[in-house]
């Protein structure tokens, strides 16, 4: 059975960090791209990063400069390291996947995980 598992998430203070990690299960990470999206309440679910199965990666506007993608297929595991955290950061993040290329488009993307809340406040 397809499963995705975010974790990571937690309470954070302006400027500072988390990484959530995406752990995937039932199937092999190699061949598959992984993106990450995140939904604040009252809003559209938004596109935050990609990344191919080859380790190509794409970024929001928002985040670019300030996030980071990445892949540990040993691992089955994407990462998604957040710095320099603003309070419009502030979602529940999720990530899913699709073959081979990332993009931007949720619907595009076939299996979900369940989300992790992050919330920057001070």
């Known amino acids: 059975q397809l499963q995705l598992v975010e974790s990571g998430g937690g309470l954070v203070q302006p400027g500072g960090s988390l990484r959530l990690s995406c752990v995937l299960s039932?199937?092999?990470?190699?061949?598959?791209?992984i993106g990450w999206f995140r939904q604040a309440p009252g809003k559209e679910r938004e596109f935050v990063a990609a990344i191919s199965s080859a380790g190509g990666t794409t970024y929001a506007d928002s985040v670019k400069g300030r996030f980071t993608i990445s892949r540990d297929n040993a691992k089955n595991t994407v990462y998604l390291q957040m710095n320099s955290l603003k309070p419009e950061d502030t979602a529940v993040y999720y990530c899913?996947?699709?073959?081979?290329?990332?993009?931007?488009?949720?619907?595009?993307?076939?299996?979900w995980g369940q989300g992790t809340q992050v919330t920057v406040s001070s």
């Open positions: 039932g199937f092999t990470l190699d061949h598959y791209a």
């Open positions: 899913a996947v699709r073959p081979r290329s990332g993009s931007s488009l949720s619907g595009d993307y076939g299996y």
